[in-house]
Protein backbone atom coordinates (compact mmCIF):
# COMPACT_ATOMS: atom_id res chain seq x y z
CA UNK A 1 0.00 0.00 0.00
CA UNK A 2 1.13 3.14 -0.94
CA UNK A 3 -0.19 6.94 0.50
CA UNK A 4 0.08 9.81 -1.22
CA UNK A 5 -0.95 13.39 -0.44
CA UNK A 6 -0.28 16.39 -2.77
CA UNK A 7 0.44 20.29 -1.65
CA UNK A 8 1.39 23.56 -3.38
CA UNK A 9 -2.05 24.46 -5.79
CA UNK A 10 -3.16 27.52 -5.71
CA UNK A 11 -4.33 30.37 -7.97
CA UNK A 12 -1.23 32.06 -9.95
CA UNK A 13 -1.39 34.69 -12.61
CA UNK A 14 -0.45 33.87 -16.46
CA UNK A 15 3.38 33.57 -16.69
CA UNK A 16 3.61 32.93 -13.28
CA UNK A 17 5.02 29.86 -10.99
CA UNK A 18 3.81 27.19 -8.68
CA UNK A 19 5.75 24.16 -6.65
CA UNK A 20 3.46 20.60 -6.23
CA UNK A 21 4.65 18.48 -3.66
CA UNK A 22 4.01 14.88 -3.17
CA UNK A 23 4.69 13.29 -0.32
CA UNK A 24 4.54 9.20 -0.24
CA UNK A 25 4.30 6.79 2.63
CA UNK A 26 3.62 3.10 3.30
CA UNK A 27 6.37 1.51 0.87
CA UNK A 28 9.91 2.23 0.28
CA UNK A 29 9.76 5.47 -1.83
CA UNK A 30 12.74 4.32 -4.00
CA UNK A 31 10.68 0.98 -5.09
CA UNK A 32 8.43 2.85 -7.47
CA UNK A 33 8.20 4.87 -10.25
CA UNK A 34 6.20 7.90 -10.12
CA UNK A 35 4.28 10.72 -12.22
CA UNK A 36 1.75 13.93 -12.20
CA UNK A 37 -1.03 13.54 -14.19
CA UNK A 38 -3.89 16.99 -14.81
CA UNK A 39 -7.19 16.58 -15.82
CA UNK A 40 -9.06 19.86 -16.46
CA UNK A 41 -13.05 19.79 -16.38
CA UNK A 42 -14.81 17.91 -19.26
CA UNK A 43 -11.30 16.34 -20.23
CA UNK A 44 -9.96 13.63 -19.63
CA UNK A 45 -6.96 12.74 -17.18
CA UNK A 46 -3.58 13.13 -18.52
CA UNK A 47 0.18 12.52 -17.94
CA UNK A 48 1.73 15.53 -17.34
CA UNK A 49 5.45 14.28 -16.37
CA UNK A 50 7.05 10.75 -15.22
CA UNK A 51 10.40 10.26 -13.23
CA UNK A 52 12.30 6.56 -12.51
CA UNK A 53 12.59 5.03 -9.24
CA UNK A 54 16.01 6.91 -8.66
CA UNK A 55 15.47 10.04 -10.50
CA UNK A 56 17.50 9.74 -13.22
CA UNK A 57 15.06 9.30 -16.05
CA UNK A 58 11.97 12.03 -17.13
CA UNK A 59 9.42 12.29 -19.51
CA UNK A 60 7.36 15.31 -20.11
CA UNK A 61 4.05 15.68 -21.89
CA UNK A 62 4.75 18.41 -25.40
CA UNK A 63 2.70 20.61 -23.68
CA UNK A 64 4.85 21.57 -20.70
CA UNK A 65 8.25 20.84 -22.07
CA UNK A 66 10.59 23.31 -21.28
CA UNK A 67 8.18 25.22 -18.55
CA UNK A 68 7.71 21.77 -16.21
CA UNK A 69 10.68 20.01 -14.05
CA UNK A 70 9.71 16.95 -11.97
CA UNK A 71 11.97 16.17 -9.66
CA UNK A 72 12.06 14.04 -6.35
CA UNK A 73 14.08 13.32 -3.40
CA UNK A 74 14.20 9.99 -2.11
CA UNK A 75 16.03 10.80 1.11
CA UNK A 76 12.85 12.78 1.81
CA UNK A 77 9.93 10.22 0.07
CA UNK A 78 8.68 13.68 -1.86
CA UNK A 79 8.27 14.49 -5.25
CA UNK A 80 8.03 17.90 -6.67
CA UNK A 81 6.80 19.21 -9.90
CA UNK A 82 8.18 22.87 -10.72
CA UNK A 83 5.53 24.37 -13.30
CA UNK A 84 6.21 28.22 -14.62
CA UNK A 85 5.64 30.26 -17.49
CA UNK A 86 2.04 29.05 -16.35
CA UNK A 87 -0.83 29.28 -19.22
CA UNK A 88 -4.80 29.44 -18.51
CA UNK A 89 -4.52 25.89 -20.56
CA UNK A 90 -2.76 24.38 -17.47
CA UNK A 91 -5.81 24.94 -15.05
CA UNK A 92 -6.68 21.45 -14.05
CA UNK A 93 -6.71 19.28 -10.74
CA UNK A 94 -3.02 17.79 -10.28
CA UNK A 95 -2.42 14.39 -9.27
CA UNK A 96 0.34 12.45 -7.77
CA UNK A 97 0.42 8.85 -9.23
CA UNK A 98 2.43 5.99 -8.30
CA UNK A 99 3.12 2.64 -9.74
CA UNK A 100 4.46 -0.41 -7.17
CA UNK A 101 4.09 -3.76 -8.50
CA UNK A 102 1.97 -3.46 -10.74
CA UNK A 103 -0.62 -1.36 -8.96
CA UNK A 104 -1.69 2.16 -9.29
CA UNK A 105 -2.03 4.42 -6.63
CA UNK A 106 -3.00 8.31 -6.76
CA UNK A 107 -3.38 10.89 -4.14
CA UNK A 108 -6.20 13.10 -3.26
CA UNK A 109 -5.44 15.53 -6.58
CA UNK A 110 -4.88 19.72 -5.53
CA UNK A 111 -6.22 22.26 -7.66
CA UNK A 112 -4.07 24.92 -9.97
CA UNK A 113 -5.95 27.44 -11.39
CA UNK A 114 -4.08 30.20 -14.03
CA UNK A 115 -5.95 33.52 -14.31
CA UNK A 116 -5.68 35.81 -17.46
Known amino acids: QVQLVESGGGLVQVGGSLRLSCAAS????????MGWFRQAPGKERELVAA????????HYADSVKGRFTISRDNAKNTMYLQMNSLKPEDTAVYYC?????????WGQGTQVTVSS
Open 97 to 105: HANYEGFDY
Open 26 to 33: GRTFSSYA
Open 51 to 58: ISRSGGSM
